[in-house]
């Protein structure tokens, strides 16, 4: 056994008690390569892009003076097809 909850249903008076067990075990590594979603990357939108510059603010992302790039979450960036733009 796991873990054991407690769900109450107000309307009917009534407390249930569940249990998680464990019926399956299994090795497991982590995916290092795999970028999160909402992770921040730097896109490169040259001057006179202005369709792709419009794409990106409306996606939510936002141009970074200092560095003279785009910022974006990964998966706003890869939904609008732009992982050949990604810096770093």
């Given at each position: 056994m796991v873990c054991v909850r407690y769900r109450y249903d107000?309307?009917?008076?009534?407390?249930?008690?569940?249990?998680?067990?464990?019926?399956?075990?299994?090795?497991?590594?982590k995916d290092t390569k795999r970028i999160p979603a909402n992770k921040i990357i730097d896109l490169k939108i040259v001057y006179g892009e202005t369709h792709l510059g419009r794409l990106v603010r409306?996606?939510?992302?936002?141009?970074?003076?200092?560095?003279?790039l785009w910022e974006l979450p990964y998966g706003e960036a890869m939904a609008l097809g732009l992982e050949d733009r990604i810096v770093g």
């Open positions: 107000s309307e009917n008076h009534k407390r249930f008690k569940t249990m998680e067990i464990i019926l399956e075990e299994n090795d497991w590594f409306a996606a939510g992302g936002r141009w970074n003076r200092k560095k003279k």
